[in-house]
Structure formats: structure tokens, C-alpha cells
């Protein structure tokens, strides 16, 4: 390592061993694993835009490390999350995965954002997350952040019930390399890698790609079938280059990942899907006599093609194109010994192309300022408090298509919105730790909730389109939670009660379509995407970790409760959401790790209450379908040939338990075996 960036790292420990962070520090790139080794916990800006330890976050955060990475039976990030407290992940098919914070659960999730470094891999255009599009590979994550609750005010809109940013490794001193094969049943198949250069003392590059397949699972004859079902397959190569000149800290890089997979769209149809996405991003961070400054911007492409093999009209896929252009500026300021100011600014362009919308373009620009503040009255009390200020403004132009069913002057609106975050953070103790907070949200429509425009084929002889509507509003999300957190040499506890109201929920059009008539040029009918009512989750969550010897141990219990005032589930089932049917009321998870010698192990035993999962049935006629509860073992065994090379072994849902996944679908079991290079 470079003395210079030793030297910084070095005070960096300092200064967030005694929570007292300089922004001088702050401007350059945080060595999150020199940090986490020097203060014995991981270190995040997620929750503040500060660096702070994991012990002192005035929010319920999870943080996922490189060691329990490497170490876990799971072979992506879905996996990782899903044994946590407080966060259901859906299976639905073999690639699609939605994960969900304290219910809520549905398909397409708009309301976590996931970000890559701080860059936003969450897809605009339907609102949701291609897991299998990431472009980043588990051997080169240096840490995923997880934080429960709404985010809005640091992150925006759709952070609205929490944040996933996944931390990727940065370049050392020294070389460095992974590399990765696996196969396994099912068609399963993976070869991943990267690579860590040191070009001189002040630069350095980092590139990184993979390759996966797998087949998709047995759908049941009971349930509606793609003409066509494809297999998973995805590719990914991204690369950075990095640089430290003088008091200014570089990055610029770029990426391109491919994805092909069956998902169930929101509407709870089964269809083929085929992604592709680029992105360039450029981020600058320096030191002024005032502050630390830090400057970052990235545009992502996303090529879409929907609706292969499913009940709309099929004579050519639906494509949609979609363009994001991100501009931000943030400073943090000390003020005082303890307490920071954080400032920012952010400008966003985003905007949907396709042929199935009102208007060949649908886009919008937000323009955003956010201001955080962290006081320490003395050694024990801390408060925390952040405001964001969003301005939107949507748009639609070129040609529109015909019969149209909004007003071109729907387009030309506006709304503003305020978010914010409070939180109290009291120590009880050397050991104990009391944290009160609460926060408003937004979920934002999509793109596509506002302007698409969709022929389906139904028995009608009228014809049926599915649009958006330009004057759906955001959805609210308040949440408020008390959690208690106590450490006992090795064990910790913490205990957490959360509550979480959701206000005009958005959802998809499902059967026995309530439609709009209109006779003009030709009769048709429509069902729009539309507000359908509200709907409230608490419970509380428990978690435990420690180590016994040489075994570590983590266990956890999510109970979850949800009232809701939908649209109802009567059949004809009119839209396609009721989170108190398909979130589970009770989670359970019990974690354990040993290694001896070359030898390590891991076990993941999970439990999940009964449900029920939309889907539509081969008649076809939107259902719930009951998911029975279950249990599933994961576990991975790995030996260590030499200090560099490993084999391993890993299977998922051993137990071969039906609801594992929680879907309509049956889960299978899927175990595979490779071999890990590090270097």
C-alpha cells in the first residue's frame, strides 16, 4: 500500500475509533477492509454518508462481510440477504428473485433500492432489480450494507423501505486475482474472475467478469406456461481504473451485462425476459481547506425485452429502452470536535423508449438537495437528522400511438416531495445500546406505471390494452422502530419492534380487469395502473451471534404482521397485491460456521411460515395459491488444497422442501461443486 493512502487509512481508524470524523478523511476512498481490521467491526457510509462503525449506527443496518461471503452456502446476493432478520426473499423462478424489508412483498419490488458503489443498479423502467444483471461478482464484494427502514433522505426516491449498496474491493498494494468454476445439477454452471493491478504507485485497475447458467424449475401443469421456457444464463465484465494524485482521489469505469431468464411480471404472468445493460461511471473526491468534497456521475443503458411467450401480443416482443444520467455533489463538514454536516445535491434524467408506451418517450428529471446533521450532546446521546427536498418533473414526447388513452397534457406535470430520517441513538452502558428512529418515504411510479400502453389477448371481443396513468402519485411510507442492542464479550443481542405504514399503494392490473370503455376511433377497453389503497406492517425481530471455540453461530426470529385496505382478493382477483397474504407472519434462521485445519464448514437451517403467492392458472384465472411453510438446509464444506486454492461443495434447500422458495413454483434442490482461486 502507498504510503500516502497508508497514512490516510491509518487516521481514518483513528478518528472513527473515537466517532469523530474529519472531512478531510471522508474525501478520500474509505480501505473498508484495513478498517475493519484495525477496529475489529465493519465501517459504512450508508446510514449517514459518513464513515461510521457498525456498533453505532442510528439505523437498523446489516452488513454482510467478505469472510461470511466466502464462507456462506449461497451463490449470489438474494441468497446472502435472505437469512437475515426482517427480510423476505421470493424465488419465484429459477433466475428471478425479489427480496423485500419487513413485507410488503410482491413482485417487481419497487421499494428497496440497490445500489453498486453508490451507483444505482435498481432498473427504472418497471421499478425493480435484475439480481442476475448486478455486474459485479461475489469474490470481489468487499462487504454488502443492508439498511431496514425508508433511506429517502441520503438516497432519493424508492429507497423507501431500505438500501442495499454492495461494497466492491479496491485495489492494494500488491496484485491480486480470484478466479472460480462450479458446476453442478440442473444445468448449473458458473466461471467468474478478477483481477487487481497495481500500475504504479498512484494508479490502479481492476476488471472482473463471469459467466453463469442454470435450468429453470419444473412449473407445475396447474399454472399458465410461457409458449417457450428458456434457461438462465447471464454474463457480466466490468472494469475501474483508480487513481490518487496529490489531495484528489479518481475512479472512472464502465460495465456490460447480459441476462435471460422466465419472471413473473407484476401483473403475475410467467415470461421469458432478455436484458442487456452498459453503464460508465466516474466519481472524484478531494480535500479543500473548508471541507471534503466529493463529486460522482453515471449513465446506464438497459435494453428490455418483454412479454416472450405470454398472453399479449406476441408478433414481436415488447422492447424498452431505457437511459439513466445521474449528477451528484456532496460535502461533510466537521463541526466542532463530534458532531458533521453533511450537504448534497443531486440531478437526475431518466427516460423510456418503446413503440407499448403512450408516446414513443417517456421520461422525467428530478433535481434534489439533501442535508444531514449528527449531534453528540455528550459521550452517550447522538442524534441524527436528514431532509431531502425532490422536484419532479415528467415529460412524454414523439410520436403517440393510437387510440390514445391519456391526455398528451397529463404528461406535463410536476410534484415536489420532502423526506426525511430522525434517529436517537442512547448508550445504556459500555455494552447496551438504545436506538429510536423513524422516517418518510416515497415509492416512485415507474416508467412504466405512468405511460405504458399494452395489447393483451383475452376472450373479449372487444379489444383489451393494459396502460399507465400520468397522474399515478408517489406512494408514502412511514416507518418508525425501537431497537435495543447488547454485547456480551463474544455474543450480541439485539431486539428491534418496527412498524411500517404504506399509503396509496401502486399496483398492476390483474383479472376480472376493471376497465374504462372507449368507443372512439373503434370501441376498447382499458385497465390502468392505479393507486389501490394502503396497507401496514409490524412485528419485531431478534438476533443473536457469538462464538463458541472455534464455531461461530448466528440466529435471528422475524415475526411480521400486516393489515391491509386493498382492492380485496375475491376472485375475480382485480389486482395483483395483498402483502398480508403473501408475507409471511414467522422467519426463522439459525447460522453455523466451523473450520479446523483445511477444513471449513458452514450450515444455514430456515424456517418460513405458510403463505399464499399470486399466480395465474392455465385456465387462465388470476389465483393465490397456497405455499405450504418449510424448512431448508443450506451448507457448504470447503478443503484448502494450498493457502491459495480451494474446493468446495454447496447445496440450497437440501431438505428438498416445496415452499422453500416461496413461490408458486415448487423449489427444487440445487447443490454444485468447484474450485476458488485467490490470489
Known amino acids: 500500500m502507498p504510503a500516502s493512502i497508508r497514512l490516510r487509512t491509518l487516521r481514518l481508524v483513528a478518528l472513527v475509533s473515537a466517532a469523530v470524523i474529519s472531512p478531510a478523511a471522508v474525501a478520500q476512498s474509505i480501505d473498508y477492509q484495513a478498517l475493519q481490521d484495525a477496529i475489529g467491526e ?80 435498481y432498473l427504472d423502467h418497471y421499478g425493480m432489480t435484475d439480481w442476475n444483471l448486478l455486474g459485479v461478482q461475489l469474490d470481489e464484494i468487499q462487504q454488502i450494507e443492508l439498511v431496514r427502514g425508508p433511506a429517502n433522505a441520503l438516497f432519493g426516491f424508492n429507497a423507501a423501505t431500505g438500501v442495499v449498496n454492495i461494497i466492491t474491493r479496491r485495489v492494494g498494494g500488491a496484485p491480486s486475482a480470484t478466479a472460480m468454476a462450479e458446476g453442478g445439477n440442473h444445468g448449473t454452471g458458473k466461471l467468474a474472475g478478477s483481477v487487481m493491478l497495481p500500475v504504479t504507485s498512484a494508479i490502479g485497475v481492476k476488471l472482473a467478469g463471469g459467466h453463469a447458467r442454470e435450468n429453470e424449475r419444473r412449473i407445475p401443469a396447474s399454472l399458465l406456461r410461457p409458449a417457450m421456457i428458456g434457461d438462465v444464463v447471464s454474463d457480466q465484465v466490468s472494469g475501474d481504473v483508480t487513481g490518487t494524485f496529490g489531495g484528489l482521489d479518481l475512479v472512472v469505469g464502465g460495465g456490460h451485462a447480459t441476462n435471460r431468464q422466465m419472471e413473473y411480471l407484476p401483473s403475475q404472468l410467467l415470461s421469458n425476459q432478455r436484458y442487456r445493460s452498459d453503464n460508465v461511471h466516474a466519481t472524484a473526491a478531494r480535500d479543500t481547506n473548508w471541507g471534503g468534497v466529493t463529486l460522482n456521475g453515471y449513465v446506464n443503458w438497459l435494453d428490455a425485452r418483454y412479454g416472450i411467450g405470454t398472453a399479449v401480443d406476441t408478433s414481436a416482443p415488447i422492447t424498452m429502452k431505457n437511459r439513466i444520467i445521474v449528477t451528484q455533489a456532496s460535502t461533510l463538514v466537521r463541526l466542532g470536535t463530534t458532531d458533521t454536516l453533511r450537504l448534497g445535491g443531486e440531478y437526475r434524467n431518466s427516460r423510456l423508449r418503446s413503440i407499448d408506451q403512450f408516446a414513443r418517450q417517456i421520461s422525467y428529471d428530478v433535481a434534489s438537495a439533501n442535508a444531514m446533521l449528527d449531534v453528540h450532546p455528550d459521550d452517550r446521546i447522538s442524534l441524527t437528522a436528514a431532509g431531502r427536498l425532490d422536484r419532479l418533473w415528467l415529460h412524454q414526447d414523439g410520436m403517440i400511438a393510437r387510440p390514445a388513452y391519456n391526455d398528451p397534457r397529463d404528461f406535463d406535470r410536476a410534484f415536489t416531495r420532502v423526506t426525511f430520517n430522525v434517529a436517537l441513538l442512547v448508550r445504556t452502558g459500555d455494552q447496551g445500546l438504545l436506538r429510536i428512529n423513524g422516517g418518510r ?163 444455514v437451517a430456515r424456517y418460513t411460515a405458510a403463505t399464499r403467492q399470486f399466480a395465474f392458472s392455465a385456465t387462465p384465472q388470476l389465483l393465490l395459491y397456497p405455499v405450504d411453510d418449510s424448512v431448508a438446509v443450506d451448507a457448504r464444506a470447503g478443503f484448502q488444497l494450498t493457502p491459495k486454492l480451494e474446493l468446495f461443495a454447496a447445496g440450497e434447500n437440501l431438505t428438498l422442501a416445496d415452499g422453500a422458495a416461496v413461490s408458486p413454483i415448487p423449489a427444487d434442490r440445487r447443490v454444485r461443486a468447484g474450485v476458488r482461486f485467490t490470489m
Open 441 to 603: 418515504g416515497y415509492q416512485l411510479p415507474s416508467l412504466a406505471n405512468l405511460g405504458t400502453r399494452l395489447a393483451i389477448i383475452t376472450p373479449s371481443p372487444v379489444p383489451v390494452f393494459v396502460a399507465g396513468s400520468p397522474r399515478i402519485d408517489p406512494a408514502g411510507v412511514w416507518s418508525g422502530e425501537i431497537g435495543y442492542v447488547h454485547a456480551l464479550g463474544t455474543t450480541k443481542l439485539e431486539v428491534t419492534a418496527f412498524a411500517t405504514r404504506t399509503n396509496d399503494a401502486i399496483a398492476s392490473p390483474g383479472d376480472g380487469l376493471q376497465t374504462e370503455l372507449f368507443l372512439t376511433p373503434l370501441p376498447s377497453l382499458v385497465a390502468r395502473f392505479k393507486t389501490v389503497g394502503d396497507f401496514t406492517t409490524y412485528g419485531t425481530e431478534v438476533s443473536a451471534s457469538g462464538m463458541i471455540g472455534g464455531l461461530s453461530w448466528r440466529g435471528n426470529y422475524t415475526w411480521t404482521h400486516t393489515d391491509e385496505r386493498l382492492s380485496g382478493t375475491a376472485l375475480p382477483i382485480p389486482y395483483a397485491l395483498s402483502p398480508k397474504s403473501t408475507t409471511p407472519a414467522h422467519k426463522a434462521n439459525v447460522t453455523l460456521g466451523y473450520a479446523v485445519g483445511r477444513l471449513s464448514l458452514s450450515g
Open 42 to 121: 465493519p465501517v459504512t457510509t450508508s446510514v449517514t454518508g459518513k464513515p461510521q462503525r457498525a456498533s453505532e449506527l442510528p439505523a437498523s443496518t446489516i452488513i454482510i462481510t467478505q469472510a461470511e461471503i466466502a464462507r456462506s452456502p449461497a451463490r449470489d446476493v438474494p441468497g446472502l440477504l435472505k437469512t437475515y432478520a426482517g427480510i423476505d426473499v421470493n424465488r419465484w423462478t429459477a433466475g428471478h428473485s425479489d427480496v423485500a424489508v419487513r413485507g410488503g412483498v410482491q413482485t417487481y419490488n419497487a421499494r428497496l433500492l440497490v445500489l453498486l458503489d453508490g451507483r444505482q443498479v
